[in-house]
Each structure stands twice: as structure tokens, then as C-alpha cells.
């Protein structure tokens, strides 16, 4: 019998060393910034991979953007996810993770 391999949803970016977090913050700055679908996809897979999450190909992460700074990075369309504000004129918005979308509901 073999056993599937379980792999993480979240990672918590404040566990990533300062290089990973620096590295983290400029892959996520340029696909915030590109209008080139491919790159968009290929910097979330970057991100993701940075992160410690294995995410299949055209999957999407943010880092939690609320106030309380939590260091969660996680799948924005999750169902519990909240959005607190869409990224008009750029391709990631703020988005609250699950856990803090349930304890602390943000808005913009």
C-alpha cells in the first residue's frame, strides 16, 4: 500500500529566514506587478515554492494582509478567506486568511 504524500495549505511566512522573506516580498511585488499571464503563474509557483507549499500549476497565494499582521500564506480562494480589498489596477488585492477572516473580519 502506498501512502499519498499530505502536503501543507498554509505556511507561516514569520517561520521563513529574512533572505526567504526578502525573497518572498520581491517575487510576490513583481506578480502584483505583471501583466503577462505566464509570468503571473510562473511567480506564484516561485512564491509558493519559497513559501514551503507544493500548489498546482495556476493556483494562487497571498500572505495575510490584515491589520494584526499574521504571517499566514494561503490559497485566496479558499471559501473562508475574506477579501478586503481588490487590487484594482494590480493583480493581488488584500486578502485575510481564514483564521483571521473568522476571529477579526477587516475591511478596507
Not at 504524500?5 to 533572505?19: E, M
Not at 506587478?33 to 500549476?57: F, K, Q, S, V
Not at 504571517?71 to 475574506?82: E, L, R, W
Amino acid at each position: 500500500m502506498t501512502h499519498a504524500r499530505v502536503h501543507p495549505s498554509t505556511a507561516d511566512y514569520t517561520t521563513l529566514t529574512t533572505a526567504q522573506q526578502d525573497k518572498f516580498d520581491q517575487v510576490m511585488d513583481r506578480a502584483d506587478d505583471t501583466a503577462d499571464n505566464g509570468e503571473y503563474t510562473a511567480l506564484m509557483l516561485a512564491a509558493a515554492h519559497i513559501a514551503g507549499l507544493d500548489i498546482p500549476y495556476g493556483a494562487e497565494i497571498r500572505k495575510c494582509g490584515c491589520s494584526c499582521y499574521c504571517g499566514t500564506v494561503f490559497n485566496p480562494a479558499d471559501p473562508d478567506a475574506h477579501v478586503i480589498e481588490h487590487g484594482e489596477d494590480y493583480n493581488l488585492g488584500r486578502h485575510q486568511c481564514p483564521t483571521c477572516a473568522d476571529h477579526h473580519r477587516e475591511t478596507a
